[in-house]
């Protein structure tokens, strides 16, 4: 770890919580998702392979979605580790959040073979519940709109194996 | 086209509207959703990768949120084809889908090596927009709920390459 660059939340996420699809350091197959503050929002950047079709040209819609889904758990996580007194690289562990809903807009279609950026503003509606607005963009142009609704992931979430 | 088994209505989607990642049966990368009718409902399933793991143990939402966002389409192009007259199979070709927008309220945490059920119930807003509400299921437990606004895909979509 000491030696890896944090280039977002999901990089000091404990090991155990470090797989998912969307956003795990560990999944090799998955999209890997880095999200980071820019000022008072969150930043997630990233460029759909292409594979990630809807028809020819266009991103599919359910990458789209899973760009919101994690970037807005990890808008979240950014936000209560800040509001704990805590940063990225200071040695804590930050709280891991699960989504329970997710919605989308879908408002143009999102050209491939760009990166995309996630820009999310954070809401906090108690403690242990976060709600993270999200604009998707391609370049200048705003594709989608996603709400996310993050809670603190329940203790019993974690399967002992 | 003549030989293949027609699973579902994506099996008939033409030729350059079945590149999608969700639900394209040409792309060997993607989910190859399948899409039927079940009675007046529509019903998809699918077994989710081992690599689509949200923390081990449970299911991605992302590829929940595909899931169900493919399911709609492929429901609202189902509902249209047979308002039109026509079945899967009796060589006409069916309308194509895009999403508007995309709803999922996680329920319960989905367990991973499970085949899920997607069951959808359709809504005629226009003819030329469909409202498809779905329910996930993981044997007899519901894990997840969605929306999906699905509209006909506007002629200007298709990229002439």
């Known amino acids: 770890m000491e030696k890896m660059e944090l280039r977002g939340i999901q990089d000091i996420y404990p090991d ?3 797989w998912c699809y969307g956003c795990g350091r560990k999944n090799d197959a998955g999209h890997q998702f880095r999200t980071n503050w820019q000022g008072d929002n969150t930043v997630t ?8 079709t809807a028809i020819p040209g266009f991103v599919y819609g359910g990458v789209i979605a899973s760009l919101i889904d994690c970037h807005g758990t990890g808008s979240a996580s950014l936000a ?4 704990n007194g805590h940063e990225i690289g200071d040695g804590a562990e930050p709280p891991r ?20 950026k996630a820009v ?4 906090e509606i108690h403690p242990k519940k976060w709600k993270v607005d999200t604009e998707v963009y391609a370049g200048d142009t705003q594709c989608a709109r996603g ?11 974690l399967v002992k194996e």
């Open 16 to 18: 155990e919580f470090a």
């Open 45 to 52: 950047i990233y460029t759909p392979l292409p594979e990630h």
């Open 80 to 83: 209560l580790h800040r509001k």
């Open 97 to 116: 959040f699960v989504t329970a809903s997710l919605k989308v807009d879908f408002i143009k279609p999102t050209p491939q073979a760009v990166a995309l």
């Open 120 to 123: 999310g503003t954070i809401h």
């Open 147 to 157: 709400e996310v609704i993050a809670v603190v992931m329940p203790s019993t979430f």
